[in-house]
């Protein structure tokens, strides 16, 4: 996947045709919202966003995209521990690349991170070694989050 999709409207670059889907409206309007990529985005979050200038787009449909764009990969669906489900924009398709998440337990705030310490990859890349071997899994990714506190949290000593 070239990396310079993510700074272009995707669907411009025909992403639903290639993977066989229709281009809905509905579709296109959820992608744009995905291409500036740069929060952790709800169903209600976008439902929210482009409700008042697309009110035919119900919050079903939201979710039923989401799942949609979730299973061609083109974004990527997170827990942060709250009960709701999170997405952004697959890495390899966005300006942020691939990233860690520091979760914040008090107020939910995601903090990406890509200053990877060099032990850090070594580590994963030992642990994905060690487990395609044992499982005989292919591995094509990880997530890694970690929970914790804020500093403006920690401050509150929430
Ligand atoms: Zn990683
Ligand atoms: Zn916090
Ligand atoms: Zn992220």
Redesign the pocket.
Known sequence: MPYHLGFGPLHRYGFYKRYGFRTTQARQVILDVFYNCKEHLSAEDIYLKIHKKYPGISLTTVYRTLEILNRLGIIEKHDFGDGRARYELAHHLCKKG???HLVCSGCGKVIDYDD?VDKE?DF?KTIEEHLSKRYRFKITG?L?QFFGMCPECSKKGK
């Open positions: 691939h990233h860690h990877l990859t994963i990880h890694v």
